[in-house]
């Protein structure tokens, strides 16, 4: 029986697939949209793609994406180098950043610590933190990951890790519902949770 789409194209649906809220109809649709629209639509997202390809990486300070040599928050002098934000990914600091009420900076962890998966402590930016705040002069690290289990369990690592640097510890406040992630969260229901930070420890 004939492949009705052709090789190329079912291996652009199966690729748009992976997306995450793309199942394989979905996809279908996208890559039919596509093929229609494909001087206004098709060629400049494969443009635009390559383009990104090519010069976005992760900034060597942050771990925020970048395409200068650091990300535009870590080349920004504006910004508060006193307090840092600590957040699971890339996803969650765009988050902070829409809701425009934090002026400092960030430490993107690259994930959370999940027994389930084997992520350890080994597998995310954990080392480097002690030695960016020594360096930088930091003297708040706020905690905001999310209210998941594997979010909170790598705060208390955190917390741990840095109890002996003399620096302030502060968690989001709890208006950031429990099992609720920041990238899912309305600009004020951040902008709150962010004001009302709560210390950690001692």
Known sequence: ????????????????????????????????????RRQTLMDPLARALAEVAARVHDCPVCGNL?????????????????????????????ALERAGVFRGRYHVLGGVLSALDGVGPEDLAIAALPARIAREGIAEVILALNATVEGQTTAHYLADVLSGSGVRLSALARGV??????????????????????????
Request: proline fraction near 7%.
């Open 1 to 36: 029986m004939a492949d009705p789409a052709g090789h190329e194209i079912d291996r652009l649906i199966e690729l748009m697939s992976r997306l995450p809220g793309l199942g394989p109809r979905s996809a279908r649709r996208a890559v039919l949209t596509l093929l229609r």
């Open 66 to 94: 970048a395409t200068g040599e650091l990300c535009d928050i870590c080349a920004d002098p504006r910004r508060d180098g006193s307090t840092l934000c600590v957040v699971e990914g890339v996803a969650d600091l765009w």
């Open 177 to 202: 519902p429990i099992g609720g992630e920041l990238d899912h969260l309305d600009d004020g229901t951040i902008a709150a949770a962010l004001g009302a930070r709560r210390p950690l420890g001692g």
